[in-house]
């Protein structure tokens, strides 16, 4: 028996707030990449590469899980 992904996980509040959390952090990621330029060296790895991922990550998962009402 799976468990169900209604019944336990963020709810649709929280969901929202992730998403919100992630434009907006990807937002000031774009602005300070636009104002101070590509970072070079192992900076590049820490702003493209883990915080990117962590909320390009978040934002499609939060938004995949809202769309699909995959929430309590």
């Known amino acids: 028996m799976a468990i169900d992904p209604r019944r336990y996980g963020p709810t649709r509040g929280e969901l929202w707030f992730r998403l919100g959390f992630a ?3 990807l937002a000031l990621l774009g602005v300070a990449v636009a104002v101070r330029g590509f ?3 192992p900076a590049m790895v820490e702003v493209g590469g883990i915080a990117g ?3 390009g990550g978040t934002l499609v998962w939060s938004a ?3 769309i699909l009402r995959l929430h309590p």
């Open 23 to 25: 434009v907006a952090g």
């Open 39 to 41: 970072p070079a060296g």
């Open 53 to 55: 991922v962590f909320l």
């Open 64 to 66: 995949r899980r809202l």
